[in-house]
């Protein structure tokens, strides 16, 4: 089956512009987390959806938001960027439910901020 | 808060020795613990997690409570397992998505 897709995968934007990335997940999973890697913090949750609500989110500021569509697909969306936003962003589809969940990441959306 | 701390941040053997990725954490609760594993120009991806208590590829990972770790073991390294190793913890309750990842341990394994 079709793996976790993540689009643009490259994207350029200056500072102060808006970016909004796009993540479709595994077919029949209906948890969308989000991450952001950088090789200073590593790999940082950002926050997690399941049938359209935020589940749980993590310690960004509110520039940082996202949503989730009836299909599962999600998106983010970053505001009035800054430098430091520039980051590798991971999507992962999970089954959801309880339990430890398994993450299937997808292959990132590269941001880069000038 | 939960965190988690991967000392190594570099590790290199040669092919056929015991490897062994060291992983502690602090959580006051029962954490759900992953390892997860990047392969040069792939994806992250998950190798094994201790509620399965499985091996993969010949690996294995033991949960010490009282050590507070889930090291991650192999006792003869291949080239092929070069790559860099997460460790990650679920925090019990409603963590649903959300996982906390240690910095990460790149392996080299020589010939």
């Known amino acids: 089956k079709a793996g976790v897709t993540q689009t643009p995968r490259y994207l350029i934007k200056t500072r102060g512009q808006q970016v909004t990335l796009s993540c479709s997940p595994i077919?029949?999973?209906?948890?969308v987390s989000w991450y952001q890697q950088t090789p200073g913090q590593g790999l940082q949750f950002l926050f997690e959806?399941?049938?359209?609500?935020?589940?749980n989110k993590g310690n960004f500021p509110g520039r940082f938001s996202g949503r989730q569509f009836s299909n599962s697909r999600s998106e983010m969306n970053v505001s009035t960027l800054e430098l430091g936003d520039s980051a590798l962003y991971l999507c992962?589809?999970?089954?959801?439910?309880?339990?430890?969940?398994?993450?299937?990441f997808g292959a990132g959306s590269r941001l880069t901020v000038l | 808060a939960q965190r988690v701390t991967q000392p190594e941040k570099l590790l290199s053997v040669f092919k056929g020795a015991p490897v062994e990725l060291k992983c502690n954490y602090s959580?006051?609760?029962?954490?759900?613990l992953f390892w997860y594993v990047q392969y040069s120009r792939q994806r992250l991806q998950l190798l094994l997690r201790?509620?399965s208590r499985e091996s993969i590829k010949g690996f294995t990972a033991d949960l010490n409570k009282g050590e507070t770790s889930f090291h991650l073991k192999k006792p003869f390294a291949q080239e092929e397992d070069s790559a860099m190793y997460y460790c990650?913890?679920?925090?019990?309750?409603?963590?649903?998505?959300?996982?906390?990842f240690g910095q990460g341990t790149i392996l080299t394994v020589h010939p």
């Open positions: 992962a589809s999970s089954l959801a439910g309880t339990g430890a969940n398994v993450l299937t």
């Open positions: 077919s029949g999973h209906r948890s």
């Open positions: 959806y399941f049938s359209e609500t935020q589940r």
């Open positions: 959580y006051s609760g029962s954490p759900e």
């Open positions: 201790h509620i």
């Open positions: 990650a913890l679920q925090a019990g309750g409603t963590s649903y998505g959300k996982l906390t």
